[in-house]
Nanobody, 121 residues
Framework: QVLLVESGGGVVQAGGSLRLSCAAS????????MSWYRQAPGKQRELVAA???????NYADSMKGRFTISRDNAKKSVYLQMSSLKPEDTAVYYC???????????????WGQGTQVTVSS
């Protein structure tokens, strides 16, 4: 069993900042890429940012320069520092990770339950 638990969401005014955290727990042999996605009401889930085990990163164009993804491999955690937030950033933010539970099992992707971020104008 692998669990991803997000935290750090909340309500913030436009222009403000928030830091999201996601911690993986359970039976984990290895974690590769870790990502943040978001889903706004009535819209499809979209990639926000991803980070590989070695630290290379990838961002959606609209988040570049405002969001920073990082990870702590020892803590099995990924973070998303969000700044200059806009009302259109309002969404449920989900953590996603590629996990190999044991050396014998295949890799698979796991999702967290999501954390709400609301940016007021």
């Amino acid at each position: 069993q692998v669990l991803l638990v997000e935290s750090g969401g909340g309500v913030v005014q436009a222009g403000g900042s928030l830091r999201l955290s996601c911690a993986a727990s359970g039976t984990i042999f290895n974690i590769n890429d870790m990502s943040w996605y978001r889903q706004a009401p009535g819209k499809q889930r979209e990639l926000v940012a991803a980070i590989m085990r070695g630290g290379s990163t990838n961002y959606a164009d609209s988040m570049k320069g405002r969001f920073t993804i990082s990870r702590d491999n020892a803590k099995k955690s990924v973070y998303l520092q969000m700044s200059s937030l806009k009302p259109e950033d309002t969404a449920v933010y989900y953590c996603n990770a590629a996990v190999q539970p044991t050396a014998r099992l295949d890799w698979r992707y796991y999702w967290g339950q999501g954390t709400q971020v609301t940016v007021s104008s």
